[in-house]
């Protein structure tokens, strides 16, 4: 049995604890010994089961499940509590939704990254909808002195069709809380056609509030006496603080306290050097800031500017190949025998995340506690975090999740909870907002880190792809790449060809890298992607029949050192489903107007999508985007879903051509603020018409594999419109 | 300095520095939390508020320059029938990802509607072109501000 297939389901060891609700009605928790969780006993576990049951069931029927995970956008705050529902076999309007904090011991895995929160919860929150209706039912079993087989259930009622009888769900809910739990793994689940609420277009929990402007935003906890932050950091990266003269800002309207703060210089726990300014209003702590007189230490991030980079990246390239990642077969043989050989070099830039919502994180320490609100999407890391920089225990700490305005990877590294804490155990008693403005969090951010591709290909006489290499040059110490900064020697055609090479090579970098949005595989597919539409061509064939040709037959690949295989049968589906959707074999007829197609498979999911372009002068207008994907046999919430891929399809298309790109003079930031980091906005906007191929696989997450193919499908349909191959992004075009 | 401003139709007094932009009086000392902070100089969109009627970035305008303005925030729209039209339209068809652009696209567009009932695509497009939503939920504020202006089938499809 696969590892993730393991995953998917109830682990053995998990432990059902039913419990009668304060006031009356059943709490149920599903107690999950996760690696994080393997220190919690019985006792710890049940400790607050009456207040925060994962599931519970009031006497008047209503239904609260807790959302473990965090709110970033993603809707999985609605798609999870929808798969628990649905197997209880209630009505979605008896449901409530409340947020957990963060406990791992009660909720299991508390994350909100790598598109995994539906592979993972799938089964478990499927088996604890259905073991808390098969308590709900035993419980009227036994009131009615029948057999729970002969029971049924529907919209929260229980009924026992020989007698005529039924009770709603609340009124037997107190005497379900005695009912053993049972066997979770063996407990009946629904077939998918019984499904009610699973599959179905389902509001958001939060969009009501969201209209009416209600505060449920990080930046938007409010707590008596509390005071508001900001954080001045070097001007560069890499810099540390030598001395700071806080008189001035001290004395500038509304400001209460200064700390200058010294950090521990391991950007990974993101206690950066900084000085904090505190004020009775944000406004005034940021106006405060030019009053510092701070003295950094910038030698360390001479050197680390974006030409810099290039230089040594061309270098490298120049030098040969680098380490090898991965040799399959004779590709230098091959390639020397090759009727035709086709080489290119491509490469793309740091990116910034750049959430609507700034880094923010509130706190408030008094008596060696500490209590967060936080809009965080690892929780779990941000306490590993504060225990590695300041000794806490989690014990002493409380950390509620606030919903997020945007993640993007960004919120992965807590970076700024660390930082308020150090202000907030500078000034004890007192609640801490910290916010950063949005040029702090262009300049400070973990990008996206820029990589250089050299590709080269060999064509047999025949039109076959038979050698295929690809020498990448990326930011590490040598040994390790950066955060977010490695290959995928998956990569395709890797598996699909006899013959191919990935290498490496690496520089350092002072500049603080992480994942983004589809981390590796936003800027793999594109480099991919765009070469193999230039090796297809040059083959005499397109892209999408290129690739219809490497996958052959219906197969499963693993990759090297074991993960999630490939399986050619899905990706050759979708590509065949959006190459009939998008009606790929009629071109435009427009001069200037093409389509380009791209495929990637990442993060579970299979997606293959088409671009309509048209291009005048340098201003490209993106017309339509057809997609196909795979992500199982069940879409959760189709209204979320279709949400997800036009949102991916467009945050793509703005790191295409809207004009990303962050750059660097000797550690420094050129970019501030949306005037020099654009985003998409709504006049760029195409339709976009998406189509699932719901293959009966386990369902799997949709935050991030839709993202990638549409760069190279923007590029290949620039080629196709105008001959200018685009092996640099952001997409520059010279006016004709 | 001490102003009283006209928020939502009430007289609020508040003592800050005249170069106080409104939405740090509204965040931080009024309570109105609905107008979210995004730039701080006018290119997102997401501080938007109604200043006499009109669309206007709040991060933008010192408190000094108000005067006696009628200011209406997020937190007031749904009084108005364009406003609550736009917060049904925008949960018919549940717009929003984060979410934490939304005020400020509701606001825009709701001044769009005041004085334009019957926008076309690209007049929605040039009114709400300085809104920016990360999370690109564009092609359903599109569609949302034609179900409430009455030009798309409510229930039709969420583009």
Redesign the interface.
Same mark, same amino acid.
């Given at each position: 049995m696969l590892r993730e297939e393991l995953r998917a389901g109830i682990n053995r060891r998990t432990v059902l604890k039913a419990s009668l609700l304060a006031g009356g009605g059943l709490a149920l928790d599903v107690l999950t010994p996760f690696p994080s969780a393997l220190g919690a006993t019985d006792q710890e576990g049940a400790r607050a089961a009456q207040l925060s049951a994962f599931v519970s069931i009031a006497p008047d029927g209503t239904v609260t499940i807790m959302s473990k995970d965090p709110e970033i956008g993603q809707g999985i705050k609605t798609s999870l509590p929808m798969i628990v529902a649905d197997e209880l076999d209630c009505d979605w309007s008896q449901v409530r939704i409340a947020q957990a904090d963060l406990d791992q011991k009660r909720y299991g895995e508390q994350y909100a990254g790598g598109s995994t929160a539906t592979p993972r919860d799938w089964m478990p929150m499927r088996q604890t909808g259905a073991a808390a209706r098969a308590m709900l039912m035993q419980a009227a079993a036994n009131q009615w002195r029948v057999e729970a087989a002969q029971l049924t259930t529907a919209k929260g009622r229980i009924y026992h069709a020989a007698s005529g009888r039924s009770v709603g769900y609340g009124e037997v809910a107190s005497a379900a809380a005695a009912v053993p739990p049972p066997d979770l793994s063996a407990v009946p689940l629904k077939r998918p056609e019984q499904f009610t609420i699973i599959g179905r277009p389902v509001v958001g929990i939060d969009s009501a509030r969201i209209v009416k402007g209600q505060p449920i935003f990080g930046i938007d906890t409010r707590l008596p006496g509390m005071l508001y932050a900001v954080y001045e950091v070097a001007p560069a990266h890499g810099g540390r603080l030598i001395k700071a003269d806080i008189e001035a800002a001290k004395q500038s309207p509304g400001v209460r306290h200064v700390v200058p703060i010294v950090g521990n210089g391991d950007a990974d726990s993101g206690l950066a050097d900084g000085v904090a300014i505190v004020a009775t209003n944000w406004w005034l702590a940021n106006e405060a800031r030019a009053k510092l007189k701070v003295d950094w230490d910038l030698s360390a991030s001479k050197g680390h500017s974006s030409s810099v980079y290039q230089a040594k990246a061309d270098a490298a390239i120049a030098a040969g190949a680098g380490a090898d990642l991965r040799v399959d077969g004779d590709p230098s043989g091959k390639l020397a025998a090759a009727a035709r050989r086709v080489a290119a070099r491509y490469d793309y830039p740091f990116i910034a995340h750049a959430p609507m919502e700034p880094q923010n994180c509130t706190a408030r320490y008094a008596d060696g506690k500490l209590e967060i609100w936080a809009p965080s999407q690892t929780p779990q890391r941000g306490m590993d975090q504060l225990k590695k920089v300041f000794g806490f225990e989690p014990a002493a700490v409380t950390l509620h999740l606030t919903r997020a305005g945007g993640g993007f990877g960004r919120r992965l590294m807590n970076d700024y909870m660390v930082q308020v804490v150090a202000i907030a155990k500078a000034i004890p008693g007192v609640p801490i907002q910290l916010m950063w403005s949005r040029e702090d969090d262009i300049r400070r951010d973990y990008y996206r880190p820029g990589g250089w591709h050299s590709f080269e290909a060999g064509i047999s006489a025949k039109g076959e792809l038979i050698a295929f290499t690809d020498h990448f040059v990326t930011f590490g110490d040598g040994k390790n790449t950066a955060r977010a900064a490695g290959f995928n020697p998956a990569m395709p055609p890797a598996g699909l060809i006899e013959h191919l090479r990935y290498s490496q090579s690496m520089m350092p970098t002072v500049v603080t890298t992480g994942a983004m949005r589809a981390p590796g595989s936003n800027a793999l597919c594109f480099v991919s992607q765009s070469f193999l539409d230039e090796v297809a061509l040059a083959a005499g064939t397109d892209l999408p029949h290129l690739m219809l040709t490497l996958l052959g037959e219906r197969r499963e690949i693993a990759p090297p050192g074991g993960g999630v295989p490939f399986d050619t049968g899905r990706a050759r589906d979708v590509i065949e489903k959006v190459v009939q959707t998008s009606d790929w074999a009629h071109k435009p007829h427009d001069p200037g107007r093409a389509k380009g197609f791209a495929f990637y498979f990442c993060h579970r999911g299979y997606f293959a999508e088409v671009v309509e372009a048209s291009v005048r002068g340098s201003a490209i207008a993106v017309h339509k985007v057809w997609v196909a994907g795979d992500i199982g046999s069940q879409i959760v919430n189709p209204m979320g879903a279709e949400n997800q891929v036009r949102g991916a399809v467009i945050d793509g298309l703005a790191q295409a051509f809207a004009g990303q790109a962050i750059e660097f003079v000797d550690g420094a930031v050129q970019q501030s603020n949306f005037n020099d980091f654009p985003l998409a906005r709504m006049p760029a906007t195409p339709e976009i018409e998406v189509a699932w191929v719901k293959s009966g696989k386990p369902p799997t997450g949709l935050g991030e594999p839709v993202l990638p193919p549409v760069i190279p499908a923007l590029t290949n349909a620039i080629f196709a419109a105008t001959g200018a191959r685009i092996r640099s992004l952001p997409v520059r075009l010279k006016s004709a | 300095m001490r102003y009283r401003l006209d928020v939502n139709g009430t007289v609020r007094e508040v003592d800050?520095?005249p *170069? +106080?932009?409104l &939405? #740090?009086v509204l965040? @931080?000392?009024l @309570? &109105?939390?609905?107008?979210?902070? /995004?730039? /701080?100089?006018g290119?997102?969109g997401?501080c938007t508020v109604h200043v006499d009627g009109a669309p206007q970035r709040s991060c933008q305008l010192p408190v000094s320059q108000i005067g006696a303005a009628r200011i209406h925030? %997020? *937190?007031h729209? @749904?009084s108005t029938a364009i406003g609550a039209r &736009?917060?049904q339209a #925008? &949960?018919k068809i549940?717009? +929003?990802? !984060? /979410?934490? $652009?939304?005020?400020g696209q509701?606001m825009s567009a709701c001044a769009l509607l005041r004085r334009n009932a019957k926008p076309n695509d690209a007049q929605?497009?040039?009114a +709400?072109?300085g809104? %920016? $939503?990360? !999370? @690109?939920?564009?092609?359903?504020?599109?569609t949302a501000i034609r179900i409430a202006a009455g030009m798309e089938e409510e229930g039709g499809r969420?583009?």
């Amino acid at each position: 049995m696969l590892r993730e297939e393991l995953r998917a389901g109830i682990n053995r060891r998990t432990v059902l604890k039913a419990s009668l609700l304060a006031g009356g009605g059943l709490a149920l928790d599903v107690l999950t010994p996760f690696p994080s969780a393997l220190g919690a006993t019985d006792q710890e576990g049940a400790r607050a089961a009456q207040l925060s049951a994962f599931v519970s069931i009031a006497p008047d029927g209503t239904v609260t499940i807790m959302s473990k995970d965090p709110e970033i956008g993603q809707g999985i705050k609605t798609s999870l509590p929808m798969i628990v529902a649905d197997e209880l076999d209630c009505d979605w309007s008896q449901v409530r939704i409340a947020q957990a904090d963060l406990d791992q011991k009660r909720y299991g895995e508390q994350y909100a990254g790598g598109s995994t929160a539906t592979p993972r919860d799938w089964m478990p929150m499927r088996q604890t909808g259905a073991a808390a209706r098969a308590m709900l039912m035993q419980a009227a079993a036994n009131q009615w002195r029948v057999e729970a087989a002969q029971l049924t259930t529907a919209k929260g009622r229980i009924y026992h069709a020989a007698s005529g009888r039924s009770v709603g769900y609340g009124e037997v809910a107190s005497a379900a809380a005695a009912v053993p739990p049972p066997d979770l793994s063996a407990v009946p689940l629904k077939r998918p056609e019984q499904f009610t609420i699973i599959g179905r277009p389902v509001v958001g929990i939060d969009s009501a509030r969201i209209v009416k402007g209600q505060p449920i935003f990080g930046i938007d906890t409010r707590l008596p006496g509390m005071l508001y932050a900001v954080y001045e950091v070097a001007p560069a990266h890499g810099g540390r603080l030598i001395k700071a003269d806080i008189e001035a800002a001290k004395q500038s309207p509304g400001v209460r306290h200064v700390v200058p703060i010294v950090g521990n210089g391991d950007a990974d726990s993101g206690l950066a050097d900084g000085v904090a300014i505190v004020a009775t209003n944000w406004w005034l702590a940021n106006e405060a800031r030019a009053k510092l007189k701070v003295d950094w230490d910038l030698s360390a991030s001479k050197g680390h500017s974006s030409s810099v980079y290039q230089a040594k990246a061309d270098a490298a390239i120049a030098a040969g190949a680098g380490a090898d990642l991965r040799v399959d077969g004779d590709p230098s043989g091959k390639l020397a025998a090759a009727a035709r050989r086709v080489a290119a070099r491509y490469d793309y830039p740091f990116i910034a995340h750049a959430p609507m919502e700034p880094q923010n994180c509130t706190a408030r320490y008094a008596d060696g506690k500490l209590e967060i609100w936080a809009p965080s999407q690892t929780p779990q890391r941000g306490m590993d975090q504060l225990k590695k920089v300041f000794g806490f225990e989690p014990a002493a700490v409380t950390l509620h999740l606030t919903r997020a305005g945007g993640g993007f990877g960004r919120r992965l590294m807590n970076d700024y909870m660390v930082q308020v804490v150090a202000i907030a155990k500078a000034i004890p008693g007192v609640p801490i907002q910290l916010m950063w403005s949005r040029e702090d969090d262009i300049r400070r951010d973990y990008y996206r880190p820029g990589g250089w591709h050299s590709f080269e290909a060999g064509i047999s006489a025949k039109g076959e792809l038979i050698a295929f290499t690809d020498h990448f040059v990326t930011f590490g110490d040598g040994k390790n790449t950066a955060r977010a900064a490695g290959f995928n020697p998956a990569m395709p055609p890797a598996g699909l060809i006899e013959h191919l090479r990935y290498s490496q090579s690496m520089m350092p970098t002072v500049v603080t890298t992480g994942a983004m949005r589809a981390p590796g595989s936003n800027a793999l597919c594109f480099v991919s992607q765009s070469f193999l539409d230039e090796v297809a061509l040059a083959a005499g064939t397109d892209l999408p029949h290129l690739m219809l040709t490497l996958l052959g037959e219906r197969r499963e690949i693993a990759p090297p050192g074991g993960g999630v295989p490939f399986d050619t049968g899905r990706a050759r589906d979708v590509i065949e489903k959006v190459v009939q959707t998008s009606d790929w074999a009629h071109k435009p007829h427009d001069p200037g107007r093409a389509k380009g197609f791209a495929f990637y498979f990442c993060h579970r999911g299979y997606f293959a999508e088409v671009v309509e372009a048209s291009v005048r002068g340098s201003a490209i207008a993106v017309h339509k985007v057809w997609v196909a994907g795979d992500i199982g046999s069940q879409i959760v919430n189709p209204m979320g879903a279709e949400n997800q891929v036009r949102g991916a399809v467009i945050d793509g298309l703005a790191q295409a051509f809207a004009g990303q790109a962050i750059e660097f003079v000797d550690g420094a930031v050129q970019q501030s603020n949306f005037n020099d980091f654009p985003l998409a906005r709504m006049p760029a906007t195409p339709e976009i018409e998406v189509a699932w191929v719901k293959s009966g696989k386990p369902p799997t997450g949709l935050g991030e594999p839709v993202l990638p193919p549409v760069i190279p499908a923007l590029t290949n349909a620039i080629f196709a419109a105008t001959g200018a191959r685009i092996r640099s992004l952001p997409v520059r075009l010279k006016s004709a | 300095m001490r102003y009283r401003l006209d928020v939502n139709g009430t007289v609020r007094e508040v003592d800050v520095p005249p *170069e +106080m932009p409104l &939405l #740090w009086v509204l965040r @931080g000392e009024l @309570g &109105l939390l609905g107008s979210k902070y /995004g730039c /701080g100089v006018g290119l997102c969109g997401a501080c938007t508020v109604h200043v006499d009627g009109a669309p206007q970035r709040s991060c933008q305008l010192p408190v000094s320059q108000i005067g006696a303005a009628r200011i209406h925030t %997020i *937190e007031h729209i @749904g009084s108005t029938a364009i406003g609550a039209r &736009l917060q049904q339209a #925008w &949960l018919k068809i549940d717009v +929003m990802q !984060c /979410g934490y $652009c939304q005020a400020g696209q509701i606001m825009s567009a709701c001044a769009l509607l005041r004085r334009n009932a019957k926008p076309n695509d690209a007049q929605i497009n040039a009114a +709400m072109a300085g809104n %920016i $939503c990360r !999370c @690109g939920c564009y092609n359903r504020i599109r569609t949302a501000i034609r179900i409430a202006a009455g030009m798309e089938e409510e229930g039709g499809r969420a583009a």
